[in-house]
C-alpha cells in the first residue's frame, strides 16, 4: 500500500466534479485502500479521491476510534433524509480549520463497495455528515463554501501563507 498526496485548498483541482466509476476493477479496489491507509495516517474520519486528485466517485469513510469500521463507497447516491444536524467540520484538505455547517442528520445512501457489490446503508449523526461532506467533495465543493465568504478568504490567506513557509 502507499500513502497518496492530499491536495489542500484552494487548489483548483479540489473543484473538479468526479466522474463515475464504470468498472469496480483491481485498480479501484487498490485505490480504495491507499485511500484508507492515507486517511488513517493523516489521520482523519473520511477521505474523497477528488482530495487525492482522482476524479471518481469514490470515498472511504471510518468513523471508529479504532480503525476498525472502514467503509468503501462507490458511486454513492442519496436516496433519502431527514432531519437537520449541525457540526463542527474539519478538512483533510483544509488543515488546522472547523467551522459548524448544517447537514442531514439521517441519510439512506446506495453505493457499490469495493468488491463490485451494490449496497444500501442508512447513517445518522456523526457517519451521516460524513458521508455528506465526502459526498461534496465529488461535486467539487467544500465545507467552506457554507461559511461566510470573509471566513472563507481568511482560511484561504492563512493556509497560503503557511504553505508558502512550509516550501
Ligand atoms: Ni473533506
Do not use: W
Not at 40 to 66: C, F, K, T, W
Request: net charge negative; with cysteine; glycine share 4%.
Amino acid at each position: 500500500m502507499a500513502l497518496l498526496n492530499i491536495l489542500e485548498f484552494p487548489d483548483p483541482r479540489l473543484r473538479t466534479v468526479a466522474e463515475p466509476v464504470k468498472d469496480v476493477n483491481g485498480k479501484i479496489a487498490m485505490l480504495a485502500d491507499n485511500m484508507l491507509e492515507t486517511m488513517y495516517a493523516a489521520p482523519g474520519i473520511g477521505l474523497a479521491a477528488s482530495q487525492v486528485n482522482m476524479h471518481l466517485r469514490l470515498l472511504v469513510v471510518d468513523i471508529s476510534e479504532d480503525n476498525s469500521s472502514p467503509l468503501v463507497l462507490i458511486n454513492p447516491e442519496i436516496i433519502a433524509r431527514e432531519g437537520e444536524i449541525e457540526t463542527n467540520e474539519g478538512c483533510l484538505s483544509i488543515p488546522g480549520y472547523f467551522e459548524p455547517v448544517y447537514r442531514s442528520e439521517k441519510i439512506e445512501v446506495t453505493a457499490i463497495d469495493r468488491e463490485g457489490n451494490p449496497f444500501t446503508l442508512t447513517a445518522d449523526d456523526l457517519l451521516s455528515v460524513c458521508i455528506q461532506h465526502e459526498m461534496d467533495h465529488l461535486e467539487g465543493k467544500l465545507f467552506v463554501d457554507y461559511i461566510s465568504d470573509t471566513k472563507r478568504q481568511m482560511i484561504r490567506k492563512k493556509l497560503l501563507k503557511q504553505r508558502k513557509h512550509r516550501e
